[in-house]
């Protein structure tokens, strides 16, 4: 079996924006979503006196990634856990605060190439979508207990998916008939549902397995939390950097930032007190995108969007 591969996004401006927080001999980082430890391993060799402590939820990734990253022995530490626990797996290094930490959101490319994790509807597999295949639902547990109005919900607002009401009642009559657990039978099902008008306006699948994903994975819920504590965990100095790949995602980051980044201080005052101050800054203003020429060389980073923020002395 031919190891996955996995070419990292935005990786010169990812070590370029940590860069001016990793010149401690003593400096930390924290990569929220370890996935096969592309930007671990290019931080561990671009900041030689830097230690990456690595989190992800995906036992066979996490045991590559590892594999991966043994040449730095004790500076790299792998965690098998959720992003959203930051503070526990900065203790595993004996640290209670990071001077960087990355979060690159979303589906690994090695999820999607394994065939039979069911993250693909161009490819038939069980429908599974579990980042963490030792515990939780599966997408097949979703289309068979969920009643119509919660598959709704879910095609909604995790897929922005317009005919969610169509492909839902769908869902539910065709499964009275047989349960729905491949890949394959759920495009079908969609592609039956869609109308003839619409064929032509994107695959039918898309946004619905992304809903499923999102759902499976509670990935919208753990990154509100992952960016709260990510805030609370930096050092004075220290900066997050998020890559996210749909306004989903985009959005809480955006809002979260926006929040941190504005002082609570009424206009009027004319010298703002510390404690109403804002406890963090914009690297730069909005998001950056990946260039056309990365584009053409890893369509992965075609809808990337890039937010990062630092935390000033005055954070509470």
């Given amino acids: ?81 959720t992003y959203d626990h930051i503070a526990e797996a900065l203790a595993t290094a004996n640290r209670t605060s990071a001077n960087g930490i990355l979060l690159d959101l979303g589906i690994s490319s090695m999820q999607i190439d394994e065939s039979d994790r069911g993250f693909a509807y161009a490819v038939d597999a069980p429908l599974d979508m579990r980042m963490d295949q030792t515990t939780g639902q599966t997408a097949a547990d979703i289309l068979r207990e969920y009643d119509e109005g919660n598959l709704i919900r879910i095609f909604r607002d995790f897929g922005e998916e317009k005919l969610a009401p169509r492909y839902a009642r769908a869902i539910v009559a065709e499964r009275r008939e047989s349960p729905i657990v491949r890949s394959e039978h759920l495009v079908r099902i969609l592609n039956d549902a869609t109308p003839y008008a619409l064929k032509n306006s994107g695959h039918p699948a898309k946004r619905v397995f992304q809903a499923l994903r999102i759902e499976v994975n509670g990935e919208l819920s753990i990154l509100r939390l992952a960016i709260d504590n990510a805030l609370s965990a930096l050092a004075v100095g220290g900066r997050l950097l998020v890559l996210s790949y749909h306004s989903l995602e985009d959005r809480i980051v955006k809002v979260a930032f926006a929040a941190a980044s504005t002082s609570t201080a009424p206009h009027s005052l004319p010298v703002v007190p510390v404690a109403l101050r804002a406890g963090y800054r914009l690297v730069f203003s909005g998001a950056r995108n990946a260039s056309a020429d990365e584009i053409s060389r890893n369509s992965r980073a075609a809808s990337v969007k890039f937010r990062a923020i630092e935390r000033l002395e005055t954070a509470a």
Avoid at 32 to 40: A, C, E, K, R, V
Avoid at 44 to 67: P, Q
């Fill in 1 to 81: 079996m031919n190891t996955p591969t996995h070419t990292p996004v935005l990786l010169d401006e990812c070590l370029d924006a940590l860069a001016p927080v990793l010149s401690d001999d003593n400096s930390v980082v924290v990569d929220g979503t370890l996935g096969l430890g592309g930007h671990s391993e290019a931080i561990l060799n671009r900041f030689a006196h830097a230690t990456v402590v690595g989190i992800d939820r995906d036992t066979a990734a996490l045991r590559l990634a590892n594999e991966r990253l043994s040449v730095f022995g004790p500076r790299f530490i792998g965690v098998h856990s």
